[in-house]
């Protein structure tokens, strides 16, 4: 089964957001800090989400979003300088929980040694923001339309699919298997599904979970 994780996100804006519905909707757990009151009532009215109004850089509003519990925490606020202090807060109280930090490319060298991944700003869209925050093992390249993904998929060791030709997998209906990691060659039925190697296909959102219990285990 693709495992879920608990993800805090600071910075409830655009970004932040749009980050945390997306990773909701995959089915992870996700704590939203924002200190902006408006901010706040504006994500309750859209969607239901865990939201606590106040500063991510404060301990005791890290602990109430149960940092010591979380696998990522990831500060997509509009302002480096915070993002960073937000995530080294975070590392004092829970030294294995994964940092994520939105920074300006101008600061990448300066700042990307304290953090496990950043994003900047241009290209910060909640769905290259998601794929850094659950790492790099499955990521959703793009909406081909509003209902296809194209998904980058590491194939784990022991899952049903792996080390097995495309034609010998059930994959469900709503499912294309494009080509393998090099890319030199579209997928064929005697392609063979490696363990460890990435795969683009592309998935009907109703079919995401089995195809990635298929191709994760």
Same mark, same amino acid.
């Given at each position: ?33 924002? $200190? ?16 606590? +109004? #106040?500063?991510? +850089? ?46 300006? $490319? ?33 990521? +959703? ?5 509003? +209902? ?31 080509? #393998? ?34 191709? $994760? #285990?």
């Amino acid at each position: 089964m693709t495992q879920k994780l608990d993800i805090v996100i600071a910075g409830g804006g655009r970004v932040g957001s749009q980050t945390a519905e997306l990773l909701a909707d995959r089915g992870n757990d996700v704590t939203i800090i924002e $200190r902006d009151v408006d901010t706040v009532d504006d994500i309750a009215e859209k969607w239901m989400a865990t939201v606590i +109004t #106040g500063d991510a +850089t404060d301990p005791n509003i890290l602990e109430q979003a149960d940092i010591e519990n979380a696998d990522v925490i990831a500060a997509l606020t509009g302002d480096t300088g915070l993002n960073l202090a937000i995530c080294m807060a975070a590392k004092e109280l829970a030294p294995g929980v994964r940092t994520v930090a939105r920074i300006d $490319r101008a600061s990448a060298e300066s700042y990307a040694r304290f953090v496990d991944a950043v994003l900047y700003p241009e290209r910060a869209g909640a769905r290259q923001a998601a794929n850094e925050i659950v790492g790099s093992d499955v990521q +959703t390249l793009a909406d081909v339309t509003s +209902t296809l993904d194209i998904m980058d998929i590491r194939v784990e060791e022991g899952a049903p699919a792996a080390d097995k030709q495309l034609s010998d997998v059930r994959f469900p209906a709503g499912t294309l298997v494009i080509s #393998g990691e090099d890319g030199d060659r579209i997928a064929r039925p005697d392609t063979t599904l490696e363990a460890g190697r990435r795969y683009i296909v592309a998935v009907e959102p109703d079919v995401v979970d089995e195809v990635l219990n298929l191709l $994760r #285990g």
